[in-house]
């Protein structure tokens, strides 16, 4: 038995030293030793490439957390900005909405004043007209009562007058 496992392992030796020529052969054949080479210096390359890219990103991702630390204090500001523009706004119409309601007023004033003149002369004419007509019936009156008199005073006159 001895015999058989001496004999399997010579084989096995033969086989891995058949094996072993294969590959030095296949190595120089094909040059594998340097493709192997250049694959390793492929992969090192992309290695770097890749570090540096993760080195970009690692620095976006950075400004980008920046930005976004940066952004609630920008909205802040725009919110205080925007609060700013409306009070101004808020202001000015508030303002112009006096001046009007100013203009209004005085508008009110001047018209109310126009009437109370119109007023005023109407009723100013009425009684002026009122008491031309009051003054007319009373002239009138006083004219009739004079020339009533005169004739009376005439007729008794001339009464006088035929009996002299």
Known sequence: MN?????ILF????NLFIVIIFLVWLFRKYNL???FYKKRDEIIELLKNLEQDRKTKESQLEATKTKVKNADQEVSKLTD?????????SVRIIEEAEKEAASMQKKAHLTIESERKVATNEVIQEITTAA???AETQINKSIDERLHR???NDF???L???HE
């Not at 925007?82 to 009070?87: K, L, T, W």
Request: no cysteine; aromatic share 10%; charged share 20%.
């Open 3 to 7: 015999e058989i496992v001496n004999v």
């Open 11 to 14: 084989s096995n030796v033969i």
């Open 33 to 35: 030793l340097s493709y």
């Open 81 to 89: 900005d925007g609060e700013q523009v409306a009070e101004g706004i």
């Open 132 to 134: 031309f007509a009051t």
């Open 150 to 152: 005169k004739y009376i």
């Open 156 to 158: 008794i006159n001339n």
């Open 160 to 162: 006088e007058n035929l």
